[in-house]
Nanobody
């Protein structure tokens, strides 16, 4: 079992930055994928970014590429999402997630564990 706790959300003006953190407890295998999805009101949960726990390979949604950076600290069992140049359309609840296996996926249904989410609101 894996438990995930997100932090770092909040209210920020457009163009600003936030850093989300996700602390994992339990067993994170070297073959796992960790990542972030987001869900805006009335919309489906969408892929944001993932990172492989072992090698650090990263994948990003086109909408955040060049603005967001995902990273991990293996010693702290923590994954981060640095969000720069935020836009109002980035407003959503951001969820941390873990997928067993070494292949990333854009589909939320492929992920095995989820955090409770943290709200990010970007004002214009």
């Amino acid at each position: 079992q894996v438990q995930l706790v997100e932090s770092g959300g909040g209210l920020v003006q457009a163009g600003g930055s936030l850093r989300l953190s996700c602390a994992a407890s339990g067993s994170i295998s070297s073959t796992n994928i960790m990542g972030w999805f987001r869900q805006a009101p009335g919309k489906e949960r969408e892929f944001v970014a993932t990172i492989s726990w072992s090698g650090g390979s990263t994948y990003y949604a086109d909408s955040v590429k060049g603005r967001f950076t995902i990273s991990r600290d293996i010693a702290k069992n923590t994954v981060y999402l640095q969000m720069n140049s935020l836009k109002p359309e980035d407003t959503a609840v951001y969820y941390c997630t873990v997928k067993r296996g070494s292949i990333s996926s854009y589909r939320a249904s492929r992920y095995d564990y989820w955090g409770q989410g943290t709200q990010v609101t970007v004002s214009s």
